[in-house]
């Protein structure tokens, strides 16, 4: 079993910064492949990034490329979002899939997900 447990969501004026972390425990993550996903209201929820934890290589939505960084740490995964619009209001969930060598992009193949955490930002 794993365990995600996101923190970091809150309320930002447009143009502003957050960074999330999700903190993974309960297994091995070397061949897994961590990635954020967001579902706004009334929407389907959506791929943000995802970074294949043994390579370290990041993949993002374009809706956020150039804003949104993924990193890893130990048993963290975070993401920091720059340059937050009104759109990037959403509840964002950490998720790992267990495929190896995954990008974490397929909602359909994610094996765990983690609570989610609130991001508002206000125009």
């Known amino acids: 079993q794993v365990q995600l447990v996101e923190s970091g969501g809150g309320l930002v004026q447009a143009g502003g910064s957050l960074r999330l972390s999700c903190a993974a425990s309960g297994r091995t993550f070397s061949r897994y492949a961590m990635s954020w996903f967001r579902q706004a209201p009334g929407k389907e929820r959506e791929f943000v990034g995802g970074?294949?934890?043994?390579?370290?290589i990041t993949y993002y939505a374009e809706s956020v490329k150039g804003r949104f960084t993924i990193s890893r740490d130990k048993n963290t995964v975070y993401l920091q979002m720059n340059s937050l619009k009104p759109e990037d209001t959403a509840v964002y969930y950490c998720?790992?899939?267990?495929?190896?060598?995954?990008?974490?992009?397929?909602?359909?193949?994610?094996?765990?997900w983690g609570q989610g955490t609130q991001v508002t930002v206000s125009s």
């Open positions: 970074i294949n934890w043994s390579s370290g």
């Open positions: 998720a790992a899939d267990t495929t190896p060598y995954s990008s974490g992009r397929y909602r359909d193949a994610i094996d765990y």
